[in-house]
Protein backbone atom coordinates (compact mmCIF):
# COMPACT_ATOMS: atom_id res chain seq x y z
CA UNK A 1 0.00 0.00 0.00
CA UNK A 2 1.36 3.40 -0.93
CA UNK A 3 2.27 5.53 2.32
CA UNK A 4 -0.70 8.06 3.73
CA UNK A 5 1.16 11.50 2.43
CA UNK A 6 1.93 13.90 5.59
CA UNK A 7 -0.38 17.24 4.99
CA UNK A 8 -2.85 19.31 6.41
CA UNK A 9 -5.40 18.17 8.15
CA UNK A 10 -9.09 20.03 8.04
CA UNK A 11 -9.25 19.80 11.91
CA UNK A 12 -6.34 21.46 12.23
CA UNK A 13 -7.58 24.49 10.42
CA UNK A 14 -10.79 23.73 12.24
CA UNK A 15 -8.99 23.90 15.46
CA UNK A 16 -7.55 27.44 14.51
CA UNK A 17 -11.06 28.71 13.44
CA UNK A 18 -12.58 27.83 16.98
CA UNK A 19 -9.53 29.57 18.96
CA UNK A 20 -10.47 32.23 17.03
CA UNK A 21 -13.94 32.61 17.85
CA UNK A 22 -13.06 31.66 22.10
CA UNK A 23 -9.42 33.32 22.42
CA UNK A 24 -9.39 32.62 26.29
CA UNK A 25 -7.65 30.56 28.64
CA UNK A 26 -10.53 28.75 30.28
CA UNK A 27 -11.52 27.45 26.32
CA UNK A 28 -8.14 26.76 25.26
CA UNK A 29 -7.28 24.27 28.95
CA UNK A 30 -10.49 22.40 28.37
CA UNK A 31 -9.24 21.31 24.83
CA UNK A 32 -5.23 21.28 25.22
CA UNK A 33 -5.79 17.34 24.46
CA UNK A 34 -6.88 18.70 21.26
CA UNK A 35 -4.70 21.02 21.02
CA UNK A 36 -1.41 18.69 21.10
CA UNK A 37 -3.00 16.15 18.86
CA UNK A 38 -3.14 19.23 16.39
CA UNK A 39 -0.05 20.26 17.14
CA UNK A 40 1.44 16.85 16.85
CA UNK A 41 0.18 16.75 12.89
CA UNK A 42 2.21 20.25 12.48
CA UNK A 43 4.95 18.87 13.65
CA UNK A 44 4.81 16.22 11.32
CA UNK A 45 4.15 18.29 8.47
CA UNK A 46 7.31 21.05 9.72
CA UNK A 47 9.47 17.59 9.89
CA UNK A 48 8.36 16.86 6.18
CA UNK A 49 9.05 20.35 4.97
CA UNK A 50 12.12 20.29 6.38
CA UNK A 51 12.97 17.13 4.35
CA UNK A 52 12.39 19.06 1.43
CA UNK A 53 14.43 22.15 1.97
CA UNK A 54 17.40 19.50 2.83
CA UNK A 55 16.78 17.92 -0.98
CA UNK A 56 18.25 22.08 -1.94
CA UNK A 57 19.54 24.13 0.62
CA UNK A 58 22.17 23.30 4.29
CA UNK A 59 19.37 23.70 7.03
CA UNK A 60 20.79 24.57 10.82
CA UNK A 61 16.97 24.00 12.15
CA UNK A 62 17.50 20.75 14.25
CA UNK A 63 13.83 19.35 13.35
CA UNK A 64 10.33 20.59 12.43
CA UNK A 65 9.16 20.54 15.73
CA UNK A 66 12.58 23.03 16.69
CA UNK A 67 10.98 25.07 13.50
CA UNK A 68 7.80 25.61 15.23
CA UNK A 69 6.99 28.88 16.97
CA UNK A 70 4.68 28.57 20.30
CA UNK A 71 0.71 29.36 20.12
CA UNK A 72 1.39 31.42 23.11
CA UNK A 73 1.01 35.53 22.38
CA UNK A 74 3.68 37.65 24.18
CA UNK A 75 1.04 40.15 25.41
CA UNK A 76 3.72 42.47 27.66
CA UNK A 77 3.61 44.94 25.07
CA UNK A 78 0.63 44.80 23.07
CA UNK A 79 -2.84 46.32 23.05
CA UNK A 80 -4.25 43.41 22.28
CA UNK A 81 -4.66 40.90 25.24
CA UNK A 82 -6.02 37.72 23.00
CA UNK A 83 -3.23 35.10 25.18
CA UNK A 84 -2.72 33.27 21.99
CA UNK A 85 -1.92 32.91 17.93
CA UNK A 86 -4.85 31.84 15.71
CA UNK A 87 -2.40 30.16 13.40
CA UNK A 88 0.49 27.37 13.01
CA UNK A 89 4.11 28.92 12.24
CA UNK A 90 7.45 28.59 12.19
CA UNK A 91 11.12 29.36 10.38
CA UNK A 92 13.99 27.32 9.17
CA UNK A 93 17.35 28.63 9.52
CA UNK A 94 20.42 28.23 6.50
CA UNK A 95 23.66 26.93 7.62
CA UNK A 96 26.75 28.81 8.35
CA UNK A 97 27.33 32.77 7.34
CA UNK A 98 27.58 32.29 3.77
CA UNK A 99 24.10 31.21 3.45
CA UNK A 100 21.95 34.04 4.10
CA UNK A 101 17.94 34.81 4.41
CA UNK A 102 15.46 32.22 5.87
CA UNK A 103 12.68 30.38 5.38
CA UNK A 104 9.11 31.03 7.17
CA UNK A 105 5.66 29.41 6.74
CA UNK A 106 2.21 30.81 8.10
CA UNK A 107 -0.88 28.33 7.92
CA UNK A 108 -4.10 29.69 8.60
CA UNK A 109 -7.93 29.72 6.96
CA UNK A 110 -7.81 32.20 4.18
CA UNK A 111 -4.16 33.54 5.34
CA UNK A 112 -1.75 30.81 4.17
CA UNK A 113 1.76 31.39 2.70
CA UNK A 114 5.14 31.30 2.61
CA UNK A 115 7.62 33.66 2.82
CA UNK A 116 11.54 34.43 3.23
CA UNK A 117 14.44 37.20 2.86
CA UNK A 118 15.50 39.46 5.14
CA UNK A 119 12.35 41.46 7.29
CA UNK A 120 15.09 43.52 9.12
CA UNK A 121 18.71 44.29 8.17
CA UNK A 122 21.27 45.52 10.16
CA UNK A 123 22.64 49.04 8.96
CA UNK A 124 25.67 47.59 7.60
CA UNK A 125 23.89 45.22 5.71
CA UNK A 126 21.77 47.48 4.21
CA UNK A 127 24.40 49.39 3.13
CA UNK A 128 25.98 46.60 1.17
CA UNK A 129 22.72 45.95 -0.63
CA UNK A 130 22.16 49.44 -1.42
CA UNK A 131 25.41 50.22 -2.54
CA UNK A 132 25.35 46.73 -4.53
CA UNK A 133 21.70 47.71 -5.83
CA UNK A 134 23.39 51.51 -6.92
CA UNK A 135 26.46 50.30 -8.55
CA UNK A 136 24.87 47.36 -10.74
CA UNK A 137 20.85 46.73 -9.89
CA UNK A 138 20.56 44.22 -13.13
CA UNK A 139 21.90 40.77 -11.22
CA UNK A 140 18.53 41.68 -9.12
CA UNK A 141 16.17 42.51 -11.92
CA UNK A 142 16.93 39.50 -14.10
CA UNK A 143 15.98 37.59 -10.86
CA UNK A 144 12.71 39.97 -9.97
CA UNK A 145 12.23 39.33 -14.00
CA UNK A 146 12.37 35.56 -14.48
CA UNK A 147 9.10 33.72 -15.04
CA UNK A 148 9.26 31.42 -12.25
CA UNK A 149 10.49 34.32 -10.04
CA UNK A 150 6.93 36.12 -11.13
CA UNK A 151 4.66 33.13 -10.87
CA UNK A 152 5.78 32.31 -6.93
CA UNK A 153 6.28 35.71 -5.73
CA UNK A 154 4.94 38.41 -7.99
CA UNK A 155 7.22 41.32 -7.15
CA UNK A 156 9.34 42.25 -4.78
CA UNK A 157 8.13 42.89 -1.13
CA UNK A 158 9.15 44.58 1.99
CA UNK A 159 8.61 47.92 3.78
CA UNK A 160 10.08 51.13 1.59
CA UNK A 161 11.34 55.01 2.52
CA UNK A 162 9.10 57.58 1.05
CA UNK A 163 12.06 59.62 0.94
CA UNK A 164 15.42 59.24 -0.77
CA UNK A 165 17.93 57.40 1.12
CA UNK A 166 21.02 59.37 2.97
CA UNK A 167 23.77 59.01 0.44
CA UNK A 168 21.51 58.68 -3.21
CA UNK A 169 19.90 60.96 -5.46
CA UNK A 170 16.45 61.07 -5.59
CA UNK A 171 16.68 60.59 -9.57
CA UNK A 172 18.86 57.77 -9.68
CA UNK A 173 17.43 55.45 -12.22
CA UNK A 174 17.08 52.37 -9.36
CA UNK A 175 16.08 54.76 -6.55
CA UNK A 176 12.48 52.07 -6.56
CA UNK A 177 14.76 49.38 -4.83
CA UNK A 178 16.88 51.67 -2.91
CA UNK A 179 14.24 52.62 -1.15
CA UNK A 180 13.53 49.34 0.35
CA UNK A 181 14.28 48.95 4.08
CA UNK A 182 13.36 44.97 3.57
CA UNK A 183 13.70 42.52 1.04
CA UNK A 184 10.89 39.93 1.32
CA UNK A 185 9.26 37.23 -0.82
CA UNK A 186 5.87 35.98 0.20
CA UNK A 187 3.40 33.40 -1.77
CA UNK A 188 0.40 32.44 -0.53
CA UNK A 189 -2.00 30.05 -0.96
CA UNK A 190 -5.67 29.47 -0.75
CA UNK A 191 -7.76 26.77 1.00
CA UNK A 192 -7.90 24.22 -0.91
CA UNK A 193 -4.28 24.03 -1.99
CA UNK A 194 -3.34 23.61 1.66
CA UNK A 195 -5.58 20.30 1.91
CA UNK A 196 -4.22 18.77 -0.80
CA UNK A 197 -1.96 15.51 -0.53
CA UNK A 198 1.20 17.59 -1.83
CA UNK A 199 1.11 20.47 0.16
CA UNK A 200 4.30 20.06 1.41
CA UNK A 201 6.25 19.72 -1.91
CA UNK A 202 4.17 22.96 -2.89
CA UNK A 203 5.68 24.52 0.01
CA UNK A 204 8.91 23.40 -0.37
CA UNK A 205 9.26 24.12 -4.25
CA UNK A 206 8.14 27.72 -3.41
CA UNK A 207 10.96 27.85 -0.64
CA UNK A 208 13.54 25.81 -3.85
CA UNK A 209 12.18 29.05 -5.91
CA UNK A 210 13.66 31.36 -3.83
CA UNK A 211 17.43 30.91 -4.24
CA UNK A 212 18.45 32.55 -6.77
CA UNK A 213 17.32 35.33 -4.31
CA UNK A 214 19.43 33.99 -1.75
CA UNK A 215 22.21 33.62 -3.80
CA UNK A 216 22.36 36.48 -4.85
CA UNK A 217 22.06 38.34 -1.16
CA UNK A 218 24.46 35.93 -0.04
CA UNK A 219 26.83 36.87 -2.14
CA UNK A 220 26.34 40.87 -1.34
CA UNK A 221 26.52 40.48 2.11
CA UNK A 222 29.37 38.06 2.36
CA UNK A 223 31.94 40.35 1.05
CA UNK A 224 32.28 44.08 1.15
CA UNK A 225 31.61 47.41 -0.92
CA UNK A 226 34.18 46.57 -3.58
CA UNK A 227 33.07 43.14 -3.58
CA UNK A 228 35.72 40.51 -2.11
Sequence with gaps: MPATPIKIQRSNIDFLVQLKKNNNREWFNERKTEFLAEQANIENFASALLTELNLHDVIETLSGKKSL????????FST??????THWS???KRAGKSRRGGYYFHIEKGNTFVGGGFWGPS???LKLIRDDIAFDAQ???DIMNDKIFISSFGSLAGEQLKTTPKGFEADHPDIDLLRFKQFLLVKKFDDETVLSDNFVQQMGQAFKDMRPFFDYMSSVLSGDANGE
Aim: aromatic residues 18%.
Design 139 to 141: PLR
Design 90 to 92: GSF
Design 80 to 85: DKTPYK
Design 123 to 125: PAD
Design 69 to 76: YRIYRDTR
